[in-house]
Nanobody
Framework: QVQLEESGGGLVQAGGSLRLSCAVSGRTFSLYPIGWFRQAPGKEREFVAAISWSGASTRYADSVKGQFTISGDYAKNTVYLQMNSLKPEDTAVYYC??????????????????WGQGTQVTVSS
């Protein structure tokens, strides 16, 4: 069983940066793509970014392209989400999850499993 745990959230002023971490443990020999999602109050969960376990492929939501960067440190079994130029509309709980299929990078939450507990990101104006 794979477990994922997010960290790195917090309160930041608009224009600031945060780096979120997603630590992956458990049966990591069965490595699948990792995705980041977020859910703002009163809104549906939305896709943010995903990365293949090799790191060779990435995918971003249009709303964060050029602003967020997903990367992985595979020696540490950790995937990161670097968030720059943060805006109040980026305020949300951020979750990471493991894709069910080994190939491709999905933007649909139903294609993911083993969700972490989430980390709160709050951007003040």
């Amino acid at each position: 069983q794979v477990q994922l745990e997010e960290s790195g959230g917090g309160l930041v002023q608009a224009g600031g940066s945060l780096r979120l971490s997603c630590a992956v443990s458990g049966r990591t020999f069965s490595l699948y793509p990792i995705g980041w999602f977020r859910q703002a109050p009163g809104k549906e969960r939305e896709f943010v970014a995903a990365i293949s376990w090799s790191g060779a492929s990435t995918r971003y939501a249009d709303s964060v392209k050029g602003q967020f960067t997903i990367s992985g440190d595979y020696a540490k079994n950790t995937v990161y989400l670097q968030m720059n130029s943060l805006k109040p509309e980026d305020t949300a709980v951020y979750y990471c999850a493991a894709q069910r299929e080994r190939y491709g990078l999905s933007a649909y939450g139903l294609d993911y499993k083993n969700w972490g507990q989430g980390t709160q990101v709050t951007v003040s104006s």
